[in-house]
Structure formats: structure tokens, C-alpha cells
């Protein structure tokens, strides 16, 4: 199936586009995906390309986008697969492959995560250092694919530390304040308990969220290089007293955007 929907893509590329191999990925989560908006050479809905599922979350349009940011050919998922959706593990990945199979060197993954670390702000954004799987799954279980990646991959740095480092001296220049640590994944969809929470912060996290983390393993079993960032979109439960709700969510996330749209094109340029 890999090989048919590469090809699919290629030729569409081909068609329209002419030489285009994009080196860098980006998926944009939650309320963030507005950059595929305003840069779009190619878009091509989701629905359309082989082996793909169909988003169903609001806040997800759902389509590949590629387009030339800063002299740099990036495609774009315009929202992605998550878990609790009701996909395999498999399907929630399968973009991930895709792109490593397109050429894609960097991935950029994003995401609306709740705050754990009760110094962080709604609509501030966090660098991710590290991860936590939570979600009871592993997007590498079944068959491995040797010609992608080895069986038992090590993920000490599966957040490049180079990007981090970048990223923390764009920011710097464009005076835009960042958090960064430790992302704890849940398979969701109901948002966490405030035991569960105080467990999470127990063991290390300072966000939580429902995606990235599979997409994170699949980055560090192919190798490319990898850069996470969240935008922390509310207090996690029992942080604050304030009840959770995926319409806070999407709010959080639109005050973020526009700083979070000019972060990712400068760390673009700086690639
Ligand atoms: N928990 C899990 N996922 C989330 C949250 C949260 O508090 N906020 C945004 N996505």
C-alpha cells in the first residue's frame, strides 16, 4: 500500500508542481493549522489519497499541503489522524511514513496539549524535550519494516536536540517566550482525571495530550530529525478549577497562532 500511495502523490506533485521532493514535514494540530492556509501550492484532501482515512475532528480540515515556505519545500498535514478516532495505530502513523518514503529529512510536530506544569499559561507554547507513552499502544507492534527502521529502535534522542536549540534561538530573536519539557500522551477522548494528572506531574510531565507521541516513534525509528512543540491550551484538570472543554481548546490555540505561524516560518528559513 506505501508504494501505491507514493506514487499517487508523485505523480500529482509531478503534475503540478513539476521538481518538488519536500525535505521537511510539519503536522498541524489543533486550532494550528492555518499556515497550510496561507501557503498552499497543492493541497489534496485526505479523502482522496490511497491508504488515508477521513479526519472527523472539528478544528481538522484534513488534507496534505505542500508548498515552498522560505525557499524550502515542506508539505503539511493539515490536521492528522489521532487514536481515539477509532483508527488503528497503523493508520494514525501511516502520513508519517509517507513522508519519510517524499523525502522528508525534518518533521515538525504539533500539537493543543492541556498544562500540566502549573507555571505554564493558556496559549503558551512549549518545545517538547522528551515524551511519555501513555496511550497503551506502540505504532511499531506487528511486522517491522527493516528497509525503514530497526526492531528495537533506541528513542533516548528522539527529539533532535539541535532543533531545540534552534528553535530556543529563533525565539529568542523574535521575542517570543517559550516553555519547554516533557509531553505525556493519553489515548483520550475524555480529557484526563485530576488523579490522572496528578500522576502525570508525579512521573515527569508538564503537558498531556492525545497525539504526537505515535508520530514521535515512527520519527525516530525512520531518523529524521525531529521537532515538537504544543501550545498549551489550558490548565490540566485539576490545575485550575476551570472545567475542561474542546471549545477552550480551539480559543487557546487562535490567540497562539499568529506567534506560532511566525515561529515556524523563522525556524523554516533557519533549517
Ligand atoms: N488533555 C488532553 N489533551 C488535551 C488537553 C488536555 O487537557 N488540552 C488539549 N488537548
Known amino acids: 500500500m506505501i508504494n501505491s500511495t507514493v506514487e499517487f502523490l508523485k505523480l500529482k506533485i509531478e503534475e503540478t508542481l ?41 478544528g481538522h480540515k484534513g488534507r496534505l ?7 524550502k519545500n ?15 495505530i497503523q493508520k494514525v502513523v501511516y502520513p508519517i511514513k509517507i513522508m519519510k518514503k ?20 493558556p496559549s503558551d507554547l512549549m518545545i517538547i524535550t522528551d515524551h511519555i507513552n501513555f496511550m497503551g499502544v506502540n505504532p511499531l507492534m506487528g511486522e517491522n519494516d527493516n528497509e525503514m527502521g530497526e526492531r528495537f529502535p533506541d528513542m533516548s534522542e528522539t527529539y533532535t536536540p539541535e532543533l531545540v536549540e534552534l528553535t530556543k534561538k529563533v525565539a529568542s530573536k523574535l521575542s517570543i517566550d517559550l516553555q519547554e519539557g516533557v509531553y505525556l500522551a493519553m489515548s483520550g477522548p475524555s480529557y484526563e482525571t485530576p488523579a490522572e494528572i496528578r ?5 515527569g510531565a508538564d503537558a498531556v495530550g492525545m497525539s504526537t507521541v505515535p508520530e514521535a516513534i515512527i520519527a525516530g525509528w525512520a531518523k529524521m530529525k525531529l521537532l515538537g512543540i504544543s501550545c ?3 490548565s490540566a484538570a485539576g490545575v485550575s478549577n476551570v ?29
Open 199 to 203: 500522576m502525570a506531574r508525579v512521573i
Open 18 to 58: 513539476g521538481d518538488f521532493t519536500p525535505n521537511i514535514g510539519i503536522v498541524l494540530g489543533s486550532g494550528l493549522g492555518e499556515l497550510a492556509d496561507e501557503y498552499c501550492d497543492l493541497a489534496i484532501p485526505y479523502s482522496e489519497i490511497p491508504g488515508f482515512e477521513a479526519s472527523t475532528i472539528s
Open 65 to 71: 499541503v505542500f508548498a515552498n515556505i522560505n525557499d
Open 74 to 88: 515542506v508539505v503539511m498535514m493539515q490536521g492528522r489522524f489521532h487514536y481515539y478516532e477509532g483508527h488503528s
Open 102 to 121: 517524499l523525502g522528508v529529512e525534518t518533521l515538525i510536530v504539533t500539537n493543543a496539549a492541556g498544562g500540566v506544569n502549573p507555571a505554564f499559561n
Open 243 to 271: 472545567s475542561l472543554s474542546h471549545d477552550d481548546v480551539i480559543h487557546s490555540a487562535n490567540i497562539a497562532k499568529d506567534r506560532f505561524k511566525v515561529l515556524i516560518k523563522e525556524i523554516i528559513k533557519n533549517l
Open 232 to 234: 498549551i491550551c489550558n
